[in-house]
């Protein structure tokens, strides 16, 4: 934590990349994991996708309602907070996230790409229109067009927001460091932006329980530290 602490005082554009290990340790956990009762109700890899809104419109719609109840009772943790504060102090410049939980917003986080959608945001498929999360999850899932409601999230096949990446990428490359939360930078293309900033010559820390493909690129890496504690435990040295 010393060395990240170091890091960070002496970088003048920090960035951080966020995976799914950030937000289960606010107890939510990945909706891939079999021991899920999730996966007793559906199957995710089938339901994740664009076909399946077109072709098994019924399962989907039950399967994201299942989601977002799912997630309501949950909140971010210290480490959201604490990234948000730093955010606040000028710190970090900003957060690239794969999550859709809208936790670093919850936490008070500005400047958040989220590369794969939101579950904040909820529309209609067909025309659009913006809808109320709390009629969606009581069982309201078609827009009064007829069409299916929809969250604000990128299934597989379709494509990435490209403002959203665009902004993502060029804030990694003013980065001179790049801070990896959680992620097992195994989903392509978002696992090109800690390759990106290593590359364009930021020092890159990665904070993850398992190893990942890049962890031989890194300056810095912490596989026996939950995430929370890392940022806590830094945030404390930085404070004293």
């Not at 913006?130 to 379709?158: M, N």
């Amino acid at each position: 934590m010393n060395k990240l602490t170091d890091l960070l005082k002496s970088s003048r554009h920090t960035v951080v990349f966020t995976g799914a290990g950030m937000s289960t340790e606010s107890g939510l956990p990945d909706f891939r994991s079999p021991s899920r009762g999730l996966w007793a109700r559906f199957n995710p890899d089938e339901l994740a996708n664009i076909d399946a809104l077109e072709t098994n419109q019924d399962e989907f719609l039950e399967f994201y309602r299942y989601r977002l109840n799912d997630i309501k009772d949950i909140s971010p943790h210290e480490g959201h907070y604490i990234l948000a504060e730093w955010e606040k102090e000028g710190l970090i410049d900003g957060i690239v996230t794969q999550n859709v939980d809208g936790f670093h917003h919850d936490a008070g986080s500005e400047n958040v790409m989220e590369i794969h959608g939101t579950f904040r945001s909820l529309y209609c498929h067909d025309c659009g229109k913006e809808q109320d999360h709390e009629a969606y999850r009581e069982g309201a899932v078609h827009c009064s067009c007829g069409g299916p409601i929809r969250p604000g999230i990128v299934l597989f096949g379709e494509t990435l927001p490209q403002d959203t990446f665009l902004k993502a990428e060029e804030i990694t490359m003013q980065a001179d460091l790049f801070i990896v939360l959680g992620s097992s930078l195994s989903v392509t293309p978002a696992n090109m932006f800690p390759m990106l900033a290593e590359q364009n010559g930021a020092n890159l820390v990665i904070v993850n329980r398992e190893p990942t493909p890049f962890d031989s690129h890194a300056t810095c890496v912490i596989q026996d530290t939950g995430i929370r504690d890392v940022l806590m435990e830094t945030n404390q040295i930085l404070k004293s």
